[in-house]
């Protein structure tokens, strides 16, 4: 008796549930959904950032170092204001940026007299990488290591240089809000912490 309770139970369950209110599925972002570009998740962005840059529903694409995105297409930086397609007020939906490389020493340089770089120093994430974040890029980005490595390019360990978190600190313009830029020790910490391959210690 009891298990044949358990079924009408288990049925008229059923029927309430599948008769409920039904949460039509979300279509797939493509060109006739989407004017701007479409991200790896399926949403469909603006396409006009330098790390969502596209147009007409294709793939975001993320812009090169020395790139913009303009009309939904990576173009390279021709003077002017480079970073005009980043909005000048931080979103919380979209906490990304990039722009021009311009580096002031990036290990190599013409006839050193053989001086050179001594090589990247050992840096800790925790004890130096994070305090620079904390103080000059938590006003507009919330960013934190898992969302930095690999991510977007923001930071690609062992390679600076192809790391916009390291090639934007470059800019003067960075931080916005009136912060000073980071200083030539800051940005080399930066850089010797991607050459050490961006560890988590």
């Known amino acids: 008796m009891r298990a044949s309770w358990f ?7 059923g029927v309430a549930i599948s008769c409920g209110p039904q949460v039509p599925a979300k279509p797939p972002c493509g060109a006739d959904n989407c004017a701007g570009c479409c991200s790896d998740t399926g949403d469909c962005l603006a396409g006009s950032a330098v790390f969502e840059c596209g147009a007409g529903g294709a793939t975001c694409q993320v812009c090169a170092a020395n790139q913009v995105c303009n009309a939904g297409a990576c173009a390279n930086f021709e003077g002017g204001d480079y970073d005009a397609s980043f909005p000048d007020a931080p979103d919380a939906s979209v906490n990304r940026d990039a722009g021009t490389f311009n580096p002031t020493d990036a290990g190599m340089s013409g006839n ?25 890029c938590d006003a507009c980005h919330s960013w ?23 090639t934007r600190t470059l800019s003067a313009d960075m931080p916005r809000g009136g912060s000073a830029p980071l200083t030539a020790t800051q ?3 930066l850089r010797d ?9």
């Open 7 to 13: 079924v009408v139970i288990g049925f008229v369950a």
């Open 112 to 136: 050193d007299g053989g001086a050179g770089d001594a090589g990247p120093q050992n840096v800790s994430y925790s004890a130096q990488i994070q305090p620079i974040w904390d103080a000059k």
């Open 144 to 166: 934190n290591y898992d969302n930095l490595i690999n991510n977007n390019g923001r930071v690609v360990p062992g390679m600076p240089n192809s790391s916009t978190m390291y």
């Open 187 to 189: 940005q080399t910490l």
């Open 193 to 201: 912490w991607i050459l050490n391959g961006a560890p988590r210690n």
